[in-house]
């Protein structure tokens, strides 16, 4: 090869190492480009994304989103740590929160596993969470060692389902307990009564002439006799007790720490109450109830369903004794 062609094979070969400095020029500012887009992403993303590392059990990355969600410092965070971490969980969380590990390790690819938890920020407030985990990378030997995971704070969720489930808990026209939420807490105070050995009480009020004052002044009134029928039994029972609309013209009532002393004396009260508010009221009908009660002994306990059972029967043994 003579000098000329060593000169043309040179300036060929410069020129590819240049288009080849252009390309890796042109490929890194696309990485970097992509990288600024990512980051960006993960800057604006509500969610906080993490990897965190099984193998040596610590978060090697955390998007800046945790600041703001929990309002710790970026300094902070790193000084709280993954096992300081678990200070901040809500104490009926922490066991759930640490198997998610032992969890993660048993995961097959591309499945996703979640839990909801409590964490405290820095003012103290509760938050609830959302984390979002799934295998990120596993060792040669097929262990997980990178989980990729996402956290949510579902707050307002949660605020909104507390919400729902208190709606579905009263009785909208009266605003007492419904029946169901009566049920759930009747069952809660019978065994927290057995454990302790305390006697309570069960009531029926049946409101008399509802059909009547139904008939002949109009449903409008009648609400108005149950509104009015339920804010004379809620001010007679005490705050520990648990006063519900049953349905209908039928009111239920639980009686704490009572024994048939106490409860006759709320009977009574009852019916002063709303002889009190006939005499002012104005309406061209009256408030009378019928009334059953049964008593809960721990020594010979029953079951909710025998003493609601028999306070109804006691209740319309009443109605039917004063021809109401």
């Known amino acids: 090869m003579n000098e000329d062609q060593l000169l043309e094979e040179f300036s060929r070969m410069n020129n590819e190492l240049i288009d080849a400095r252009r390309e890796l020029s042109r490929v890194h500012a696309a990485l970097e480009e992509r990288e ?8 604006l993303s509500p969610f906080i994304v993490y990897v965190y590392d099984l193998e040596r059990g610590t978060t090697i990355y955390e998007s800046n989103a945790i600041t703001s969600i929990l309002g710790f ?31 993660l390790r048993k995961m097959g690819d591309g499945k996703v596993t979640r839990l909801e938890y409590r964490v405290r920020d ?18 040669a030997n097929g262990e997980v060692r990178l989980a990729l995971g996402t956290v949510q704070d579902i707050s307002e969720e949660k605020s909104r389902e507390a919400l729902l489930k208190e709606a579905s808990r009263v009785d909208e026209l009266t605003g007492l307990h419904n029946r169901r939420s009566f049920g759930e807490l009747a069952d809660q105070h019978l065994r927290g009564s057995m454990r302790r050995n305390e ?3 069960i009531l029926f009020f049946d409101l008399d002439h509802f059909k009547s004052i139904n008939d002949r002044h109009g449903h409008a009134e009648g609400d108005e006799a ?11 029972f005490r705050a520990d007790d648990i006063v519900a609309r049953y349905g209908g013209d039928e009111f239920v009532a639980l009686l704490s720490q009572a024994n048939a002393e106490a409860t006759a004396s709320l009977v009574d ?37 025998d003493l609601m059972d028999r306070a109804d029967k006691s209740m ?3 109605k039917r004794d004063g021809a109401r």
């Open 226 to 236: 149950l509104r009015a029928a339920a804010t004379i039994l809620d001010g007679c």
């Open 122 to 139: 820095k003012s103290g407030v509760w938050h609830w969470h959302r984390l979002t985990d799934t295998v990120f990378e596993r060792k």
């Open 36 to 43: 600024r887009f990512l980051a960006k992403v993960l800057e």
């Open 316 to 318: 319309y043994r009443d």
């Open 73 to 103: 410092g970026a300094n902070e965070i790193k000084a709280i740590g993954d096992e300081s971490f678990a200070t901040l969980l809500h104490p009926e969380d922490r066991k759930r929160f640490a198997a998610r590990a032992r969890i």
């Open 199 to 201: 006697r309570f009480a």
């Open 269 to 305: 009260r009852v019916r002063q109450a709303a002889d009190a508010w006939n005499s002012r009221s104005g309406r061209p009908w009256r408030l009378e109830f019928s009334t059953g009660m049964a008593l809960f002994d721990p020594a010979s306990p029953q079951s909710m369903p």
